[in-house]
């Protein structure tokens, strides 16, 4: 699978239960409107993305005012407690439903047919695993997602989370997964934040090199790094110092990895990370352009 496009930190956010699972599974049109919902007078915004041809809904459910944590990070199990690597908590309107596919048809197929569609939105890319990975899948159905359906071999799962930057902004979750039964599943998590989430958000050094690996290129944010041209002691702000670390972190969950540098900022950036402990040899400077950002490609 690929990915088409890169991110950048973002200034994010975050209203009566409104809830239906359809007892009868019924193929869903094109564009996919989940309602109305019991009590409510007024159909719900459509999901952003468009099923899987032929698929079913087999769970579905608008909450209009819901805490809810996006989670951009394995989980696992902690005495007895679920915890995830990283999650944004806010309260805002949850919109969930979940996909029965057609047989023939692979959780990565299904996947990759939701993940295009995000990607061709203006977006940040927080979080993608896949199997292991990304923990026990037993986790995610009955803790993260509140569906046992999705419960499988942990092999068979796929998880994307990204913010859609859009207005309004919107936080959505896709995981895929083919379950004991041999079905497969998509299950999506909607979410648009009642007020802005004021900090950034920065994927995980995982998903970096997963990135690295898939595109052969990753495009860094500009960076503020004009005094530290000058000296290496000078402090970095800490948006520029949080991506040099989470790059000098991608490289070392993979020291096999040698990385090209293009940019303005290029020899800047190679000084930093050689001062983190990342061998020269591992890195080269290529390009100065971009003017703003950074480009590395791999090796």
Not at 26 to 38: K, S
Request: net charge negative; charged share 20%.
């Amino acid at each position: 699978m690929s990915f088409k496009a890169f991110f950048l930190p973002v200034n994010l956010g975050t209203g009566l239960l409104l809830l239906t699972q359809l007892a009868v599974a019924a193929t869903v049109p094109e564009q996919v409107l989940i309602g109305p919902f019991p009590g409510s007078a007024t159909v719900p915004e459509p999901l952003m993305i468009a099923p899987f041809p032929g698929a079913r809904i087999s769970d579905s459910e608008l909450i209009a005012n819901t805490d809810h944590g996006v989670v951009i990070g394995s989980v696992r199990k902690v005495n007895n407690r679920m915890r995830a690597e990283k999650e944004v908590r806010r309260r805002g309107k949850l919109v969930r439903a979940t996909f029965e596919i057609p047989g023939g048809h692979s959780q990565i197929e299904a996947f990759n047919h939701a993940m295009d569609q995000l990607l061709n939105r203006p977006h940040s890319m927080l979080f993608f695993c896949e199997g292991r990975a990304c923990g026990p899948s037993s986790l995610w159905a009955n803790e993260v997602l509140d569906n046992a359906r999705l419960n499988g071999p942990d092999d068979n799962q796929i998880y994307l989370a990204l913010s859609i930057d859009e207005d309004p902004r919107q936080l959505v979750s896709v995981y895929a997964i083919t379950g004991g039964n041999r079905r497969v599943y998509l299950h999506i998590d909607q979410f648009t934040p009642e007020e802005p989430i004021l900090e950034p958000l920065y994927p995980t050094p995982s998903t970096l090199l997963k990135l690295l690996h898939t595109n052969g290129k990753l495009v860094l944010p500009g960076l503020e790094l004009e005094a530290a041209e000058l000296s290496t002691d000078v402090p970095l702000n800490e948006g520029s110092e949080v991506w040099l670390n989470l790059v000098n972190r991608m490289l070392r969950s993979d020291t096999r990895v040698r990385i090209s540098i293009s940019g303005h900022q290029a020899p800047t950036v190679m000084q930093r990370l050689v001062d983190l402990g990342i061998r020269p040899a591992r890195l080269e400077i290529d390009q100065p352009l971009p003017d703003i950002g950074v480009k590395i490609e791999k090796l």
